[in-house]
Each structure stands twice: as structure tokens, then as C-alpha cells.
């Protein structure tokens, strides 16, 4: 899959995308990452991004046009109409996301969804924010990775980068690696997990899992499986 990622802060992603898992996916061809500069589309001389908010109050929020411009290069069409056309014919091949602290949570059930896609688009905001017309007229869904708020986008899009790059096929060592993971069903957290010593500092592995019985075994992890609290029943 393809997955470009557009900042006005290119240069936060130098070192996420090479090492670990993302490193591995490039390496292996399993994802193309595409770091795009927003600043590259503003049109004034002095490359500005960001204005005042109309109506007054503090700070300042990303600029329409360059986004638009950028998404354009991306995509290769009208942004507008692509969103347009994803939503009318339910299209699911592209995808165009924007970090924001009022989206829809990013969870292990849109990771795998993303995973599918063919390319996959994160918008970074920043500042007091981005002008809504980006979120009414040229994305195609408002994303958020907890309920906080972040200074930007970016360590919101390396989040997502991670969670859908390791589920592309060759990018794990061992692809059962993923089967039977926390949230793997939503809500439910996996078992633990234990490797030698033995004992170590009085702390023993559970004796269950030093019977080589792998049934009795399959029986204790699936009872040691917690759900998330957290969650609204």
C-alpha cells in the first residue's frame, strides 16, 4: 500500500521511519510512505500556511488553499470530487484522513480497515487548528488517537502509520503475531506472557505453562483474557 502523510513538519518523521516496524515495511516494499511539505503549496512569497481565525480568539489555524493544493498533487484530481465520489459510490480504495482532537477514535478495528486500502492519506493538523472547510469539503473522515490534544498531527499520524503497516503481509516476522493480539476483538485484552528465567527474584512463571499440556494451556490463557474496563458496556 501507498501512505503519505502531509505536515508542514516533514522533518518529525526523519527518525520514526527508520527504525522498527516502519523501517521493516519500506524495506520489505510492503508500504510506500510519502512525506509531503505542506509549505510546498502555499502561493505567497513568504510560503505562509496559517492565519488568524475569523470572528477573533487566540492563536492560529491552518490555511484552506495550500491543503487543497496539496491533497490535489497527492490524489491527482479535484480533492472535493474525490471525497464526493467516495461517498457517493462507497468507494474504499483511498483514503483521506485528518487528525483532530474532535474525530472519531482511531481503534485496532480502523488499523485493519486502513490495512486494506490502496492508499492511504493522513492530514496532520496543527496550531488552534485547520479551516473546517477542509473537514466539510476534502477529507473523507475526522480522525482522533485518544481523548487529549496534541500540539499536531504528526505523533498522531506515526501512531496510525505504525498500526496499519505492521498488518500488511511480510512486514511481521511471524504473521501469527497478530492473531489473538489486545483488541484483536474489541475490548478484550490478550494474555501474558512469560519467558525465561524461570524464577527470578522469587517470581515464578504460572506452573501451567511449564506442563507442555497445550490444551490445558489454551484453557488458562483463554481465562487469563481481560476485558477493557475502560470501555462503556
Same mark, same amino acid.
Given at each position: 500500500?501507498?501512505?503519505?502523510?502531509?505536515?508542514?513538519?516533514?522533518?518529525?518523521?526523519?527518525?520514526?521511519? !527508520?527504525?522498527?516496524?516502519?523501517?521493516?515495511? !519500506?524495506?520489505?516494499?510492503?508500504?510506500?510512505?510519502?512525506?509531503?511539505?505542506?509549505?510546498?503549496?502555499?502561493?505567497?512569497?513568504?510560503?505562509?500556511?496559517?492565519?488568524?481565525?475569523?470572528?477573533?480568539?487566540?492563536?492560529?489555524?491552518?490555511?484552506?488553499?495550500?491543503?487543497?493544493?496539496?491533497?490535489?498533487?497527492?490524489?491527482?484530481?479535484?480533492?472535493?470530487?474525490?471525497?464526493?465520489?467516495?461517498?457517493?459510490?462507497?468507494?474504499?480504495?483511498?483514503?483521506?484522513?485528518?487528525?483532530?482532537?474532535?474525530?472519531?477514535?482511531?481503534?485496532?478495528?480502523?488499523? !485493519?480497515?486502513?490495512?486494506?486500502?490502496?492508499?492511504?492519506?493522513?492530514?496532520?493538523?496543527?496550531? *488552534?487548528?485547520?479551516?473546517?472547510?477542509?473537514?466539510?469539503?476534502?477529507?473523507?473522515?475526522?480522525?482522533?488517537?485518544?481523548?487529549?490534544?496534541?500540539?499536531?498531527? *504528526?505523533?498522531?499520524?506515526?501512531?496510525?502509520?505504525?498500526?496499519?503497516?505492521?498488518?500488511?503481509?511480510?512486514?511481521?516476522?511471524? *504473521?501469527?503475531?497478530?492473531?489473538?493480539?489486545?483488541?484483536?476483538?474489541?475490548?478484550?485484552?490478550?494474555?501474558?506472557?512469560?519467558?525465561?528465567?524461570?524464577?527470578?527474584?522469587?517470581?515464578?512463571?504460572?506452573?501451567?505453562?511449564?506442563?507442555?499440556?497445550?490444551?490445558?494451556?489454551?484453557?488458562?490463557?483463554?481465562?487469563?483474557?481481560?476485558?477493557?474496563?475502560?470501555?462503556?458496556?
Amino acid at each position: 500500500m501507498k501512505l503519505s502523510i502531509l505536515t508542514l513538519f516533514p522533518e518529525f518523521f526523519d527518525t520514526p521511519f !527508520q527504525a522498527s516496524i516502519l523501517k521493516r515495511a !519500506q524495506d520489505t516494499s510492503a508500504v510506500e510512505f510519502n512525506i509531503v511539505n505542506i509549505r510546498d503549496f502555499a502561493t505567497d512569497k513568504h510560503k505562509v500556511t496559517d492565519d488568524r481565525p475569523y470572528g477573533g480568539g487566540p492563536g492560529m489555524v491552518m490555511k484552506v488553499d495550500p491543503i487543497y493544493l496539496a491533497l490535489e498533487s497527492v490524489l491527482g484530481v479535484d480533492p472535493a470530487a474525490h471525497r464526493n465520489q467516495n461517498r457517493e459510490k462507497g468507494l474504499w480504495s483511498t483514503r483521506v484522513l485528518l487528525t483532530s482532537a474532535k474525530g472519531r477514535l482511531f481503534t485496532q478495528g480502523s488499523a !485493519q480497515l486502513y490495512s486494506k486500502l490502496e492508499h492511504l492519506i493522513i492530514l496532520c493538523g496543527h496550531y *488552534e487548528g485547520v479551516d473546517e472547510r477542509v473537514a466539510e469539503y476534502l477529507v473523507d473522515e475526522e480522525v482522533r488517537i485518544g481523548d487529549y490534544v496534541l500540539t499536531g498531527g *504528526e505523533p498522531a499520524a506515526v501512531v496510525i502509520a505504525d498500526a496499519v503497516s505492521r498488518l500488511q503481509p511480510g512486514v511481521l516476522g511471524n *504473521e501469527e503475531s497478530i492473531v489473538g493480539e489486545s483488541h484483536s476483538v474489541p475490548g478484550y485484552m490478550a494474555h501474558p506472557q512469560y519467558t525465561r528465567p524461570v524464577e527470578f527474584k522469587g517470581w515464578k512463571v504460572p506452573d501451567i505453562l511449564l506442563t507442555g499440556h497445550h490444551a490445558n494451556i489454551t484453557d488458562w490463557r483463554h481465562q487469563q483474557t481481560s476485558l477493557d474496563e475502560s470501555l462503556p458496556e
